[in-house]
C-alpha cells in the first residue's frame, strides 16, 4: 500500500509533467508541421526567390483562393479571384480585398495557410498582407497584395493548391468604443 506521503509525492510530480508537457506542446507541433510539412503553414517572411529559377512552362497548377471570417467578424474579406491556372517557377500577383465595417479604427491580422500541407513548402509569398498587421479606419476598404511563386519541384502529383486567409481583429484602439466598453 502507497503512504500518504508516496501518493502526494507521485501526484506533485504527475502535475509537473503534465505542465511541461502542455507548455512544450506548441514548439514541438511547430517543429512537427515545419519537419513533416503538416499544418500548411506557408512562409512567414519574405521569401527570396533564387537566381536562375526555370519556369516549368509544360505544367499548370490551379491555386485557388479562400478568404475566413468567423461570423462575429466586423470585417468585409474576399480575394479578387477564386483561383488562377499557374505555371510553377513563375512570380504571380492577386489581391484580397477587406473593409473594416464597423464605426471605429481596427487592427486585422490575416494567417495564411496552404492545402494540401505537403505544398506548404513550395509555396512562397515575396510580398504579403499577412506580414504585418493592417489598420483600418472606420468604413475604411482596400485591397491588399500577395506575390507568389510556386517552386517548380512540387511534387507532380499535386495539380491543386488552395491558399487561404483567417483574417481577424488582431487589437481594438483604446479609443474605440468597443475598447471603452471591454475594459469596464
Not at 508516496?6 to 504527475?14: A, C, E, P, Q, S
Request: aromatic content about 10%; some cysteine.
Amino acid at each position: 500500500m502507497v503512504s500518504k506521503r508516496g501518493l502526494v509525492t507521485r501526484l506533485v510530480i504527475m502535475a509537473i509533467c503534465m505542465f511541461g508537457f502542455g507548455f512544450l506542446m506548441v514548439p514541438i507541433y511547430s517543429l512537427l508541421c515545419e519537419i513533416t510539412g503538416i499544418g500548411g503553414r506557408t512562409n512567414e517572411t519574405v521569401a527570396v526567390i533564387p537566381a536562375g529559377i526555370q519556369v516549368d512552362t509544360g505544367r499548370m497548377v490551379t491555386v485557388e483562393f479562400v478568404a475566413i471570417l468567423n461570423e462575429q467578424a466586423p470585417w468585409e474579406f474576399r480575394p479578387a479571384v477564386s483561383s488562377i491556372q499557374i505555371h510553377p517557377g513563375q512570380l504571380y500577383d492577386t489581391s484580397f480585398y477587406a473593409r473594416n465595417l464597423t464605426d471605429h479604427e481596427l487592427i486585422g491580422q490575416a494567417v495564411p495557410s496552404v492545402a494540401p500541407g505537403t505544398a506548404a513548402k513550395h509555396f512562397h509569398k515575396t510580398q504579403c498582407f499577412c506580414f504585418t498587421s493592417q489598420k483600418f479606419l472606420a468604413q475604411e476598404g482596400r485591397d491588399m497584395g500577395v506575390q507568389f511563386m510556386i517552386d517548380p519541384d512540387l511534387p507532380d502529383y499535386v495539380d491543386r493548391i488552395t491558399l487561404s486567409y483567417t483574417f481577424f481583429v488582431q487589437r481594438q484602439p483604446v479609443d474605440s468604443p468597443a475598447a471603452a466598453t471591454s475594459t469596464t
